[in-house]
T-cell receptor
């Protein structure tokens, strides 16, 4: 089975801190995605990457950046965390054909 | 802009009831529609639909797609408390990036 690992399940950070969320896959998939999920708003795409060093903005990229130096790792960076970035962050990759995404277990980030 | 609308946003039923969840979409160059179930953490895959009128079934869950009317339904028969979850609908457009656009989800609560 494809495995997507997010390094932290829960994080608490202070306003203004630089925050790194890591996502690692154990397969050789090109496409990786970062979403945030908020009650009443659903999942919204922040950034995605279709290859090493390649990235594209999603629907809500403001306040975020990403890094993909190796194929298996896709990092989401909050340059200066703010309270409105408190959310559940989900990493996903495209998995086997006809199975859509495989998601990581999520990181619940609280910015205080 | 691609759009996915789910209804209802929340639903409370009793064990044994049958429920129907709705998903309508507007997307350029439709490729597929997917349903996910999300309990405490990451969404898990239920169905991928690409062709109209062909029902997909898994146990008590089934889903069908209507590409002419641009909607899909997810049926759950003889509901159980373990069916309590958020059900997410997502669509994928053709274009190579494989990114999904999600609806806001339907929160289903099944009471004993």
């Amino acid at each position: 089975d494809v495995k997507v690992t997010q390094s932290s399940r829960y994080l608490v950070k202070r306003t203004g801190e630089k925050v790194f969320l890591e996502c690692v896959q154990d397969m050789d998939h090109e496409n990786m995605f970062w979403y945030r999920q908020d009650p009443g708003l659903g999942l919204r795409l922040i950034y995605f990457s279709y290859d090493v060093k390649m990235k594209e903005k999603g629907d809500i990229p403001e306040g975020y950046s990403v890094s993909r130096e190796k194929k298996e790792r896709f990092s989401l960076i909050l340059e200066s965390a703010s309270t409105n970035q408190t959310s559940m962050y989900l990493c996903a990759i495209t998995g086997q054909a006809n199975y859509g995404y495989t998601f990581g277990s999520g990181t619940r980030l609280t910015v205080v | 802009e691609d759009k996915v609308v789910q209804s209802p946003l929340s639903l409370v039923v009793h064990e044994g009831d049958t429920v129907t969840l709705n998903c309508s979409y507007e997307v350029t160059n439709f490729r597929s529609l997917l349903w996910y179930k999300q309990e405490k953490k990451a969404p898990t895959f239920l169905f991928m639909l690409t062709s109209s009128g062909i029902e997909k079934k898994s146990g008590r869950l089934s889903s069908i797609l209507d590409k002419k009317e641009l909607f899909s339904i997810l049926n759950i028969t003889a509901t159980q408390t373990g069916d309590s979850a958020i059900y997410l609908c997502a669509v994928e457009a053709q274009g190579g990036s494989e990114k999904l656009v999600f609806g806001k989800g339907t929160k289903l609560t099944v009471n004993p």
